[in-house]
């Protein structure tokens, strides 16, 4: 068997469920471990049988200490499983949705300041983290700065959450916005954000551009169908 194994809860599960569904024909079992340290405990109680391989959806963070000491463990152990336990290159559930190239188009976002915020942190990703020595506009480093608890996770999962406040394409809840991937365009409710201009009103075309962009194909790259 092929399992999936992820920390995320909520619309990050439900992400993952929606890509084994789409893209993998529902050949994979996917669990959340509800956390980072859920997962390496899961690991490390795993009894492998020969047969089956664990892909990981790890959130792996550089600039958090305490992420980087439990993702070598983790590396630890897949190094001891003789290939089946694969870690994939991930940041997190919220990056791949902040990187998504149609996300302002979709969504209908008017935070022009978080638009060009967005665009900043993008150019800026490396190694797993923002490289704030690349960001020399002043208002993203003070959007930067305004965090109490710095770390990419944080700003990853504060501006995509801005970016989806529709809830129609919000990433906040049990489950993704339902224009993510279901047959709809425009809130009905008179106080909320509308959708943008989403080339298909089929939500299952949207899901699946959303799996084939170029930073998910890139976590996706490790697990064989």
């Known amino acids: 068997m092929n399992y999936l194994w992820t920390e995320d809860t909520g619309a990050g599960l439900h ?4 890509v084994n569904q789409i893209f993998f024909d529902d050949k994979l079992i996917v669990e959340s471990k ?38 070598r463990l983790l590396k630890l152990f897949a190094r001891k499983s003789d290939g089946q336990i694969i870690i994939l290159d991930m940041i997190c559930f919220e990056y791949l949705v902040l990187a998504f190239e149609k996300l302002v188009q979709w969504t209908g976002t008017g935070k022009i300041d978080k638009i060009q915020i967005r665009k900043e942190i993008l150019s800026a990703i490396e ?28 700003v990853m ?7 989806t406040e529709n809830e129609k394409w919000s990433i ?4 993704m916005g339902e224009c993510w ?14 959708c943008g201009i989403p080339e298909t009103k089929k939500g299952n075309e949207r899901i699946k551009l959303l799996i084939q962009s170029e930073e998910v194909q890139k976590v996706l790259l490790k697990i064989v169908n």
Do not use: M
């Not at 992400?15 to 929606?18: A, D, G, I, S, V």
């Not at 906040?172 to 489950?175: A, D, N, Q």
């Open 181 to 194: 991937y279901q047959d709809c365009c425009v809130s009905e409710h008179p106080d909320s954000l509308r």
């Open 34 to 71: 509800k956390s980072n340290q859920g997962i390496l405990d899961a690991v490390s109680n795993l009894e492998l049988k020969k047969e089956d391989k664990y892909y990981i959806a790890f959130d792996y963070i550089v600039d958090n200490q305490d992420i980087r000491n439990k993702y």
């Open 172 to 175: 906040r809840g049990t489950l």
């Open 15 to 18: 992400f993952w469920n929606l």
């Open 157 to 163: 999962k504060s501006l995509a959450g801005e970016l």
């Open 127 to 154: 190694n797993h983290k923002i490289n704030l020595e690349k960001i020399k506009d002043g208002k993203t480093l003070k959007y930067l700065t305004g965090f109490k608890k710095y770390s990419t996770e944080r």
